[in-house]
């Protein structure tokens, strides 16, 4: 897979530097400095992502502060057709207020574009460990090298577990209700969603595989689904782990929440795991639990059932090979719209049901 993402960057770093000690300043009410604003690499696929220090004097005593910044992508082809910040604060500010789901620490969100030129959102730096999407974990990187395989496996299952403890909140008294439309399932919303999301991200042209998933994904819908707030993007990619590697830190990433059937995040968190190993035709990492055991330790967590794995398991691969594909054609690798390897996994999936 090609490492060029479009991950639009910051042309004007001493600008933007000065524009965020302002803002920080007028929130805080004291002076605020801030050095250098890095844009890491290996992580993330759509919006920016900015890491600086804030500094400030408090009681004649200097305080530093480490920070993450997300700002909303500003680019002729995003991965996207748009982005709401607004909602993925608003999921990681109610979780973490509500819950003892692991979550950034927030500390504030704006989307008044005079600031900055785009919406963005501020989160305290979470120490710990993320595993590499650029190379993919199992091709280079800490958990391939420096863990062993029980850590991986301890790692592998706290995730799984902060992901059943998520799905274990009541929507509604999180505040999220008003992201179902009346009269349609949440399936059908979703549905719908992705196959606007075909025709605006192939711009007119059908993809063969996709739109073959998305027609048997829309005849053969399950019927009498819970509901729940699903990450939409549950991977250890999105995963900060604690340095011991024995617990979750913070889930990242919530840009794709939804209402949904929750065995969709375990489906998608398996899926891209195999898109990356056997997609790429490359084995999986020693210690990491198969899928079979992997849902088995969600059901436990959770309490919900997997009955619908299988569907969603399609669905999975029919988001993520659109996604990709759409990233193949914004960054002009037209030969890897129609045949990257999610499309051949997603494709193998859909001939071994038969659809």
Same mark, same amino acid.
């Given at each position: 897979?090609?490492?060029?993402? @479009?991950?639009? *960057?910051?042309?004007?770093?001493?600008?933007?530097?000065?524009?965020?000690?302002?803002?920080?300043?007028?929130?805080?009410?004291?002076?605020?400095?801030?050095?250098?604003?890095? =844009?890491?690499?290996?992580?993330?696929?759509?919006?920016?992502?900015?890491?600086?220090?804030?500094?400030?004097?408090?009681?004649?005593?200097?305080?530093?502060?480490?920070?993450?910044?997300? %700002?909303?992508?500003?680019?002729?082809?995003?991965?996207?057709?748009?982005?709401?910040?607004?909602?993925?604060?608003?999921?990681?500010?109610?979780?973490?207020?509500?819950?003892?789901?692991?979550?950034?620490? *927030?500390?504030?969100?704006?989307?008044?574009?005079?600031?900055?030129?785009?919406?963005?959102?501020?989160?305290?730096?979470?120490?710990?460990? =993320?595993? @590499?999407?650029?190379?993919?974990?199992?091709?280079?990187?800490?958990?391939?090298?420096?863990?062993? #395989?029980?850590?991986?496996?301890?790692?592998?299952?706290?995730?799984?577990?902060?992901?059943?403890?998520?799905?274990?909140?009541?929507?509604?008294? %999180?505040?999220?209700?008003? *992201?179902?439309?009346?009269?349609?399932?949440?399936?059908?919303?979703?549905?719908?969603?992705?196959?606007? +999301?075909?025709?605006?991200?192939?711009?007119?042209?059908?993809?063969?595989?996709?739109?073959?998933?998305?027609?048997?994904?829309?005849?053969?819908?399950?019927?009498?689904?819970?509901?729940?707030?699903?990450?939409?993007?549950?991977? =250890?990619?999105?995963?900060?782990?604690?340095?011991?590697?024995?617990?979750?830190?913070?889930?990242?990433?919530?840009?794709?929440?939804?209402?949904?059937?929750?065995?969709?995040?375990?489906?998608?968190?398996?899926?891209?795991?195999?898109?990356?190993?056997?997609?790429?035709?490359?084995?999986?990492?020693?210690?990491?639990?198969?899928?079979?055991?992997?849902?088995?330790?969600?059901? #436990?967590?959770?309490?919900?059932?997997?009955?619908? +794995?299988?569907?969603?398991?399609?669905?999975?691969?029919?988001?993520?090979?659109?996604?990709?594909?759409? =990233?193949? *054609?914004?960054?002009?690798?037209?030969?890897?719209?129609?045949?990257?390897?999610?499309?051949?996994?997603?494709?193998?999936?859909?001939?071994?049901?038969?659809?």
């Amino acid at each position: 897979m090609d490492s060029e993402r @479009p991950t639009p *960057l910051v042309d004007d770093i001493g600008g933007t530097r000065r524009k965020l000690e302002a803002w920080f300043s007028e929130r805080r009410g004291t002076d605020i400095t801030i050095g250098d604003l890095n =844009i890491p690499e290996g992580t993330g696929m759509s919006n920016v992502t900015l890491l600086f220090d804030i500094e400030w004097q408090e009681h004649g005593e200097r305080h530093t502060m480490a920070c993450v910044g997300r %700002l909303q992508p500003e680019i002729e082809r995003p991965v996207f057709p748009d982005y709401d910040l607004t909602l993925q604060y608003q999921v990681m500010e109610s979780v973490g207020r509500l819950s003892d789901v692991p979550v950034p620490t *927030l500390l504030g969100l704006e989307t008044d574009l005079t600031v900055l030129g785009v919406q963005f959102y501020v989160m305290a730096h979470t120490p710990g460990r =993320i595993p @590499p999407d650029m190379p993919p974990y199992n091709m280079d990187g800490w958990l391939m090298h420096e863990a062993n #395989q029980e850590q991986r496996q301890t790692a592998w299952f706290a995730a799984v577990d902060a992901m059943a403890k998520f799905h274990q909140l009541d929507y509604q008294a %999180l505040g999220f209700e008003h *992201l179902g439309q009346p009269g349609v399932t949440p399936m059908q919303q979703q549905l719908t969603y992705w196959q606007n +999301y075909h025709d605006w991200g192939l711009e007119g042209a059908q993809h063969e595989i996709g739109q073959r998933a998305l027609n048997w994904l829309q005849a053969n819908q399950p019927a009498q689904e819970p509901t729940v707030l699903c990450w939409g993007d549950a991977r =250890i990619g999105n995963v900060i782990f604690t340095e011991s590697l024995d617990g979750v830190a913070a889930l990242l990433d919530w840009e794709m929440a939804v209402l949904g059937n929750p065995v969709q995040d375990i489906a998608w968190y398996n899926f891209l795991d195999a898109a990356f190993a056997e997609g790429l035709g490359l084995p999986r990492l020693e210690g990491l639990p198969s899928y079979e055991e992997t849902v088995r330790r969600w059901e #436990q967590a959770s309490g919900f059932s997997a009955e619908h +794995y299988d569907y969603y398991l399609i669905f999975a691969g029919a988001r993520f090979a659109l996604i990709l594909s759409r =990233i193949m *054609l914004a960054t002009g690798q037209d030969g890897e719209v129609q045949g990257n390897f999610v499309c051949q996994l997603l494709a193998r999936h859909l001939d071994q049901i038969g659809a």
